[in-house]
């Protein structure tokens, strides 16, 4: 009885941590979270740093990690032989518990505020390492036929359920039908041309490499596309809101090569945005009234009003025809969207609806098959 409830529980647990995983996952590689609100537990513990492992230099997230280790403990309760599905599981399950425990440990006395997807993952890790030493330690293991809930399944079937759970929370967002453009940023676009309506702070090195992107775009486009700009000064850069009102006070024909200026300048000190406004034909002294005047740092305020009312999150945030992009994106989507947007294409997705079905409708389908093939033929 041990061995029989015990694998299937480590079974479940594992299940739901697959599940935590991919939910944390989605949201580590997004620039905007899907799953997480932005003031959530979960954000700070995103925001902490405690999330991702430093591998040669590069930042990987935690839960990513997760989804290996929890997919290795799902699979060896798949193994038929009992002595060989214990000795693959419990040093899996044990590792993943000592780190569970350890990350538990970390938000509760370090970070000081909870994640509750990573609690079901760590907990989960956890009890799975207490049920798996409980069945190596126990006389009475025996080999266990595939089951879940009570209906047996065929290891085919629920390893395909192991997959299928794993990818739904990582295809949402990427999948999901986006919001309509608000009417606010539609306002903005210009009649007879392809719009780009962009979010930046000139001192934030993701929108400097988002300039890097979309320059060479529309300066191949030739007229085709326009740009619209509304800067963003965040409080952390200080450079950021002088650099910001100088942006509002210089206007066509220069507007651009000073917005190209800012966002590739190693010198964002006063002194040298200044004297490249200068260097454009822009008096010294009406420069200076206009980023020390109330018109720009009310033009300022009003790009940030728009911001929050877009509820976009983080920087930069573009908008090119029905498309809204978060962060900096590879060349292909913003050639896509370009593209998209001069044939007056509208939003492409699926909705909640519509993707719960389709997923629903898949996992009864691996449920039904794996059953019939469990039971042998002539099941019903």
């Known amino acids: ?37 932005e003031n ?23 839960p990513s990690l997760g989804l290996l280790g929890f997919a290795l403990l799902f699979a060896g309760t798949l193994i038929n032989n009992a002595e060989k599905r214990r000795r693959f ?40 390492a207490g049920v798996v030493l409980g069945l190596y330690f126990s006389p009475d293991a025996v080999q266990l036929e595939s089951s ?15 997959i299928t759970l794993t ?24 009649p007879g041309k392809v719009t780009i309506v962009e979010f930046v702070d000139f001192e934030c090195p993701h929108c400097r490499h988002l300039h890097e992107v979309l320059a060479p775009l529309v300066k191949e486009a030739g007229g085709k596309v326009v740009v619209v700009r509304r800067p963003i000064a965040l409080a952390q850069h200080p450079h950021a809101k002088f650099a910001a009102l100088s942006a509002l006070c210089v206007e066509d024909p220069v507007a651009e090569t000073f917005a190209d ?23 010294a002294a009406t420069f200076d009234a206009c980023v020390t005047g109330k018109a720009a740092a009310a033009k300022l305020e009003a790009a940030r009003e728009l911001f929050d009312k877009a509820k ?19 060349l292909e989507v913003y050639e896509d969207a370009i593209r998209r947007a001069e044939l007056g294409e509208g939003s492409r997705g699926l909705s909640l609806a519509e993707f719960s079905a389709i997923s629903l409708f898949w996992l009864f389908g691996i449920v039904f098959l794996g059953r019939r093939a469990a039971l042998g033929p002539g099941a019903s």
Not at 40 to 62: D, I, N, T
Not at 148 to 162: D, E, H, I, K, T
């Open 261 to 283: 200026f800012l966002f590739t300048t190693e010198d964002l000190s006063a002194a040298a945005i200044k004297a490249r406004a200068v260097s454009l034909g822009i008096n």
């Open 167 to 190: 990818v739904v929370p990582l295809a949402w967002p990427k999948v999901k039908l986006q919001p309509p453009v608000p009417p606010e940023i539609a306002a903005l676009y210009v």
């Open 148 to 162: 879940f809930r009570g209906v047996r399944l065929s290891p085919w079937a629920l390893s395909l359920l192991a």
């Open 312 to 330: 976009l999150q983080g920087l930069p945030s573009t908008y090119i025809g029905a498309l809204q992009i978060s962060g900096v994106a590879s």
């Open 40 to 62: 959530s537990g979960c954000a700070a513990v995103r925001q902490s740093g405690f999330g991702y492992l430093a591998v040669s230099g590069v930042k990987v997230p935690l």
């Open 89 to 128: 599981v419990a040093p899996v399950a044990v590792f993943g518990g000592v780190v569970g425990l350890a990350l538990i440990a970390v938000q509760a006395f370090v970070i000081h505020r909870f994640c509750v997807w990573c609690l079901v993952a760590d907990f989960s890790a956890v009890l799975a």
């Open 1 to 37: 009885m041990l061995a029989r409830q015990g694998w299937l529980w480590v079974r479940l647990l594992a299940l739901a941590a697959l599940v935590a995983s991919a939910v944390l996952t989605a949201d580590y590689v997004n620039d905007v979270a899907t799953y997480c609100a």
